[in-house]
């Protein structure tokens, strides 16, 4: 299975006899599976087989899947509403008998608001609301057969933006490996620095002077950091090409990659190894808001 997206959209559509029904559902991000569902009064009784149905095909987003139902002409009618219209035609001939016009017409007539007037839903010659029920869901399992397409296709793109990501964060990685190599020298030149500032030069023996060198390099000594950045990156890497819904295990690298990126640059002592680490968080973060989108 490629990375599937959480994000898509589908519709599907369906009728019986004189009915016709559409069936929307929307996809956002969410932690677990969530169902929500805008069903038309009476229609409660398909709600735990629709859930069954995206339990089978979605495994993480938020869904609001909304049902709009039209029962069809033959299950509505017309009627005459015999007081609006006995007041219609009493107001017709008075106004005829004042003014001289001609009498109204019928059809001028029935066509004012209120005198003809639709009957509620009229009880449908089929009853058989378990085989009407069972073509809504059938529907329904097309919508979110055409949703789960969507979020492949949207998840197939995502793949190509953070296996990008992964690229970069690896090349800062590899980038921070390289400028800690300075880290020694930039240490001691500081260090001496200090000591000329505050004391009279020569006055620290250059044995005492390497000992706290190689104390502030064995605390500033970045290579777990860069060896868990290493193996995060190639951890990522297989997660994209697994097969498997790895949006959790996706989450869950960021916040590592994040928490060796906030150590390296808590123990940087040169400039340039700083200015990496902070592009190093950023493309973590990019990375991290990306892999919230993966199913």
């Not at 709009?68 to 001939?93: N, Q």
């Not at 295990?249 to 340039?272: G, H, Y």
Request: charged share 25%; with cysteine.
């Amino acid at each position: 299975m490629p990375i599937v997206s959480m994000t898509g959209f589908a519709d599907s559509h369906g009728g019986r006899d004189a009915a016709r029904w559409r069936w929307e559902a929307r996809s956002v991000n969410g932690r677990g599976l969530e169902l929500r569902l805008r069903l038309p009064p009476g229609f409660d009784s398909i709600e735990p087989p629709a859930r069954a149905l995206a339990a089978d095909r979605l495994k993480r987003g938020n869904i609001q899947a909304t049902l709009t139902y039209d029962p069809g002409i033959g299950a509505r009618g017309l009627r005459v509403d015999a007081a609006a219209l006995a007041s219609a035609v009493r107001i017709a001939k008075q106004i005829a008998t004042e003014t001289g016009l001609a009498p109204a017409r019928v059809d001028g007539i029935l066509a004012l608001k209120g005198v003809i007037v639709q009957d509620e839903e009229l009880p449908a010659p089929d009853q058989d609301h378990n085989g009407r029920d069972a073509a809504i869901l059938e529907t329904l399992a097309a919508c979110f057969d055409a949703l789960s397409k969507a979020r492949k296709t949207e998840g197939a793109k995502l793949a190509v933006v953070l296996d990008g990501q992964i690229g970069e964060i690896a090349r800062l990685t590899a980038a921070a490996g390289l400028a800690a190599v300075a880290q020694p020298a930039a240490l001691r030149d500081r260090l001496t620095q200090q000591i000329n500032d505050l004391m009279v030069p020569g006055t620290v023996s250059p044995e005492r002077l390497a000992q706290e060198i190689a104390l502030l390099a064995t605390r500033a000594d970045i290579r777990e950091e860069i060896d868990r950045l290493t193996a995060h990156v190639s951890e990522a890497r297989r997660l994209l090409v697994s097969g498997e819904a790895v949006g959790r295990r996706l989450d869950f690298l960021a916040q590592e990659f994040n928490r060796e990126a906030n150590t390296l640059c808590s123990k940087s002592a040169d400039v340039e190894l700083t200015r990496i680490g902070l592009d190093l968080k950023a493309a973590i973060d990019q990375f991290r808001e990306q892999a919230a989108n993966v199913e």
